[in-house]
């Protein structure tokens, strides 16, 4: 075995690990009893604050992952396909926890758990794209062509990225615009007080920090799981040589 | 007046926190398979 495969759990990861769960435990009582309840939807607003937050660390994980990619080609290092692999796997996690749990939201403030509105129709159409990744992966056998091919299409997926987040700026939509739009009365627009602004952004950093702790560890098992898989490789082309 | 969702908004929490816990538990395992794996 080689070095990555003996190396010790990093104390920089513990620490990660601790602060983001604590973060976590800190933005969840800010979101339930710190920011104020809002007036026309009740309770369930305070579902915002870790949908959007699940929404940013989605496109966190699908911009590494392109970025990676990007690289890959460039270099042709496979740690980086696994790095592109850690940043799809966790974003395709935090965007359907975005999904679901916009749908719920959803339910008492439109009188529906679903509507193909542009933006959510775009971040169905983007999870899909992004499953379907998965699926391209299992699909080739060959580690090199596997990683290419990957990274071709994690490029091409990323398209959907921005569209997703501009979705309801250009198009007519139901969904809340928080950030410079309208709170009107018949939409689910609100205006933010302070502390709702500040659970907010604590959300945003506690899922960020979230985010870096469950990549290193993604990152540390794709590496291992590389090696392992070269070793076994080498090992069946030994014996058939043999 | 406010209108009463807070059982909306339990799911919704419920939901990102399983999903959450779920996928740490995913990483614990495949890390477990892969120390087995490296064992045998």
Redesign the interface.
Known sequence: MDSITKKPFPRALLVLDILAAVSLAVALWMALVYAPRELVMGDVQRVFYFHVASAWTGMLGYLLAVITSIAFLRTGKMNLDVASLAGIEIGLVFTALCVISGSIWARPIWNTWWTWDPRLTTAFIMELIYAAYLLLRRGVEDPAQRARLSAVYAIIGFITVPLTFLSIRIFRTIHPVIFGGEASVGSSNFVMSSQMLQAFLFSLFAFTLLFAAFYWHRLRLGLRQQQIEAIELQRRQDEEEE | M?????A??I???S???I??IG??LS?VV??WM?NH??RK
Not at chain 2, 2 to 6: L, V, Y
């Open positions: 406010t209108p009463d969702t807070t909306y908004m799911a919704g929490f939901v990102i926190l999903g959450v996928y740490m990483l495949r890390n892969i794996r490296q």
